[in-house]
């Protein structure tokens, strides 16, 4: 894979770089990513993920997986009582409304038993280090226990729990491409 000479390398950080076999391209967004591998001609693409970059240009990439982007992802904050349940999905909501958060997620405030409730947030497996730093920059605090990952959301969905409130946050200011404006920046080496 040869990469283009990049201007800025340090602005890369956290995009994506696709490898489409005859070309790649440097600077997309996971969401963008996600959409390419919709597609049967990008089966055999492969992804990096730009984990750092130097002043100088050189990368420190990081092979992402495809499966990456059709699974999901979420936090699940546990509550004894509905009230407390209902403080944290107001506290997580009103997180979106101070600071972007990286992506579209849903969050639920559900009954899972009686007496046992859950604030979960779920949201796209590649933005998984991007929702952990914004639930610290929020200062995000439950007083119960806490757990994450794919498999607490598929038991989630499994258990079909009651759900009492919902609400889906989205970053405001995502400039995504797709469709066919997708198709042209997958032509070029530097996408943004």
């Known amino acids: 894979m040869k990469l283009p000479h990049l201007p800025n390398?340090?602005?890369?950080?956290?995009?994506?770089?696709?490898?489409?076999?005859?070309?790649?391209?440097?600077?997309?967004?996971?969401?963008?990513?996600?959409?390419?591998?919709?597609?049967?001609?990008?089966?055999?693409?492969?992804?990096?993920?730009?984990?750092?970059?130097?002043?100088?240009?050189?990368?420190?990439?990081?092979?992402?997986?495809k499966h990456t982007f059709q699974l999901e992802v979420g936090m699940f904050f546990y509550a004894s009582d509905e009230q407390t349940a209902k403080d944290d999905f107001q506290r997580l909501s009103d997180c979106a409304l101070q600071i972007d958060p990286p992506a579209r997620a849903k969050i639920h405030l559900a009954q899972l038993t009686a007496g046992s409730y859950v604030t979960a947030l779920i949201y796209p497996a590649e933005y998984d280090d991007q929702f952990s730093r914004w639930l610290l920059d929020c200062g995000y605090r439950t007083a119960g226990a806490a757990e994450g990952g794919t498999a607490v959301v598929e038991r989630y969905y499994l258990n079909q729990p009651k759900i009492l409130d919902r609400k889906q946050i989205f970053n405001s200011r995502s400039v995504a491409f797709s469709g066919q404006k997708l198709a042209q920046a997958a032509k070029r080496a530097i996408v943004r």
Do not use: M, T, W
């Open 9 to 65: 390398a340090d602005r890369y950080s956290g995009l994506y770089i696709v490898d489409f076999g005859d070309h790649c391209g440097v600077g997309f967004l996971a969401e963008e990513v996600a959409e390419l591998l919709e597609s049967e001609k990008n089966q055999h693409i492969h992804i990096y993920k730009v984990h750092n970059a130097y002043p100088d240009g050189r990368l420190e990439l990081v092979g992402v997986g």
